[in-house]
């Protein structure tokens, strides 16, 4: 499609060469930042995409204008918390001052929780020069560096940049680098300044590409790939990593000696791929060979001499590894298990000897209490015992990239099951939180699954047990992933267990290695969880199935797997009008009681029925609870809420409109209240607490 300039935005920033890991999250940031950052200025666009090759960070939003909204709805408190007696609260009068309103500009805004003051008020607008200026302090790096005398903040020196809005070029500074109106190409193929005259997507793309340089990521992912087509095993993350080292992909061939080949493949592989990101080249059984493909920066003349660098460097590379790995044969695993005192865990956690012992025995209660197989849950702790000891070794010593797949090759060679085997390797997986659940099972067994999800239980529980907790986007223990490797490995074996009872069973097994009671750590843990459930549905806050999956949660949060089958479940009904029907009756049974002050009783009794609808309703709920709670049981999630919506959507509506809940006698308001209460729980209890999805 065609990119009009007229309308549109490119900013450019030319850094030197930034290390292929920070993109992704660089990227992440900026399409987070940028959209706010820019309705700061009062533009708005229609489509904001950013590119990135190792010199530069490239941020191009189509159809650019300025926002036609001035002002803003800011929400305060809840109406109940704002006025109490007629008079307003000091809640009120605080997010007054905060927003600089006043009590005559208020409105209410009806929300899942009831009505919320709101004030509208008019937005400041900054100089689009401010967005140029601020962005690059927004973007997430891992590290930053200072290179001049202000001491400005970026991952890399700043050396060039610009920005267009339509052929209109944009005046700013960032760091000590006034803004320009020209780029660069490749640093050595095409050094010399290129001016840039306006914000044409394509036109600036063609001018790269002319100097050595494809803007999009894609492209070169696209292009490295026909490189390597039938020479090599699909390494996508290679592939990606290559892609960001790279300005114009261009392939080197070379080999190696045959003897190499007797190495396992997972050393060979990583031996290429470390530290001269090579890539490994299979034959059509998709057996090793004696050759590599390396992508450099450009073409080059001297492509022979190229390559024999690489062979010197591979071969010193291979010899190595072949080194280690005999060295390592030498004793067996079960006799490496020892050496596991001398690693520390935690600090004050104990030794990987400890690790070792509790994820054992945790692996055995985990088993039992999810109903796996006795023959699974043996190999499993098996593979437990013997998970770790390849830490030891040489070879993931020299390659800590290996660590699992040593271990899984040792064991195999020294006779242990290959399920044994498979689970020692497996238990690191999944290798990245973007992996589909479905895939991981093609790698992961169910043993290897046993062992990582109480590998990364251990280590949560032991980091909050000594007080280590996340602040912000600092994760150093990667405790986000341990808790999303969980989530996802859930995901893929719906196991089902008491998630609060698995997590008190692995604070036991620290003792008093650690300070926190197993109450306190649950409670903690709790919303983690929920957060990366949150993060591997792929759910945007305020859409309708974050919010079923908040009213999932409400109804009780005892079973990972449990959630992910009650959201799957439900996910097939959302459009449906049961659905809706079901959210309404949630919804103003809920706001009833709400509005009850003292406790409503559990207990419902008949004869204080006065009006022939309550007995009515009274006489469904008796009819229908058996049906709801029979399909609950048969995990039939999306029928019972159907079925709840299809039976109490109008005698509920008639009851309300025909009956008063709250009247002056106590003993018959309290009944009616419990008749609402038990048509709410019979919903928020046994499937989901649909008073959290907004109805428009």
């Known amino acids: 499609m065609k990119q009009s300039s007229k309308n549109s935005l490119l900013f450019e920033i030319g850094v030197e060469e930034i290390p292929s890991s920070y993109f992704d999250e660089a990227s992440r940031s900026i399409r987070e930042k940028a959209p706010i950052l820019l309705a700061e200025c009062g533009f708005e666009f229609d489509y904001l995409e950013v590119f990135t090759t190792p010199r530069r960070l490239v941020i191009y939003a189509r159809n650019f204008r300025k926002t036609s909204v001035q002002e803003e709805e800011k929400l305060g408190p809840l109406k109940e918390q704002a006025y109490q007696e007629g008079k ?241 044969r030498k004793t067996k695993l079960e006799n490496k298990i020892e050496k596991l005192k001398e690693m520390i865990f935690l600090g004050s956690l104990g030794s990987y000897r400890d690790k070792t012992k509790r994820i054992e025995t945790l692996v055995e ?52 099951t290959e399920s044994v085997s498979k689970a020692i390797s497996g238990h690191y997986l999944p290798a990245n939180l973007s992996e589909d659940y479905k895939d991981l099972r093609k790698h992961l067994n169910l043993e290897g699954a046993l062992v990582g999800l109480c590998d990364r239980l251990d280590l949560l529980v032991g980091a909050m047990g000594i007080g280590i907790e996340l602040s912000g986007s600092q994760d150093p ?16 074996y719906p196991l089902k267990f008491s998630l609060s009872k698995w997590i008190q069973a692995a604070c036991e097994r ?17 919303p983690f969880f929920k957060e990366r459930i949150v993060f591997e549905l792929g759910l945007k806050a305020g859409s309708k199935p ?59 009794e008949p004869e204080l029925f006065q009006e022939e609808l309550e007995k009515a309703l009274y006489q469904l709920i008796k009819e229908e609870e058996v049906s709801i709670q029979k399909l609950v049981r048969e995990g039939e999630y999306g029928a019972a809420v159907k079925r709840y919506g299809h039976v109490f959507y109008q005698p509920v509506h008639d009851f309300f409109d025909r009956v008063l809940v709250n009247v002056d006698d106590a003993e018959v308001r309290a009944n009616r209240q419990a008749l609402v209460k038990k048509i709410n729980l019979l919903c928020k209890n046994e499937i989901a607490d649909l008073s959290y999805v907004t109805q428009s």
């Open 510 to 526: 620290f003792g008093t290695l650690i300070s926190k009671s197993s109450e306190k750590i649950v409670r903690q843990l709790i």
């Open 88 to 328: 307003s609260t000091q809640a009120l009068q605080g997010f007054l001052k905060n927003v600089s309103g006043r009590e005559s500009d208020i409105f209410f805004k009806e929300t899942p929780r009831g009505p919320r003051v709101g004030v509208k008020i008019k937005r400041e607008v900054r100089p689009l020069r401010y967005f140029f200026e601020m962005l690059p302090t927004q973007i997430g790096f891992p590290k930053l560096m200072r290179w001049e005398s202000s001491r400005y903040n970026f991952t890399r020196p700043i050396r060039w940049t610009f920005a267009f809005v339509g052929t209109q070029v944009q005046k700013y500074k960032i760091a000590d680098v006034p803004s320009g109106h020209f780029t660069y190409g490749h640093r050595f193929l095409a050094p010399s300044k290129i001016r840039v005259k306006s914000s044409d997507l394509l036109v600036y793309e063609k001018v790269l590409a002319k100097h050595h340089v494809i803007l999009r990521t894609d492209e070169r992912i696209k292009k490295i790939k026909t490189f390597l087509k039938g020479s090599f095993n699909a390494n996508e993350t290679l592939v990606e990593t290559v892609a960001h080292l790279v300005e114009e992909p261009f392939p080197v061939h070379g080999a190696f000696e045959k003897r190499y080949l007797k190495l396992p493949t997972a050393v060979l592989t990583t031996c290429m791929s470390k530290n001269q990101k090579t890539f490994a080249c299979y034959d059509s059984s998709v057996r090793p060979q004696n050759k590599f493909i390396a992508i450099i920066n450009g073409p080059r003349k001297e492509v022979r001499e190229i390559a024999k660098n690489y062979e010197s460097v591979l071969k010193s590379r291979l010899e190595d590894a072949q080194f280690f790995f005999e060295e390592d």
């Open 546 to 604: 974050y919010e079923v999956l908040q009213g999932i949660f409400a109804s009780g949060f005892e079973s990972i797997a449990e959630v992910y089958e009650k959201f799957s479940n439900l996910s097939h009904e959302f459009e449906s009008d049961s659905f809706t029907r079901a959210c309404k009756v949630m919804e103003r049974t809920g706001n009833i009681l709400k509005g009850v002050r003292e406790k409503v009783r559990d207990q419902i």
């Open 477 to 492: 223990y990667a405790l986000r992933r341990a808790a999303g490797c969980i989530a996802k490995i859930l995901r893929a």
């Open 365 to 416: 209660f985990l088993g039992k209490k999810a109903n796996v197989p006795s023959k699974v849950v043996d190999g499993a702790r098996r593979a437990a015992h013997l998970a770790k000891a390849d830490l030891t070794t040489h070879l993931v010593y020299e390659f800590p990239e290996l660590q699992g797949f040593a271990g899984a090759e040792y064991a195999k060679l020294e006779g242990e």
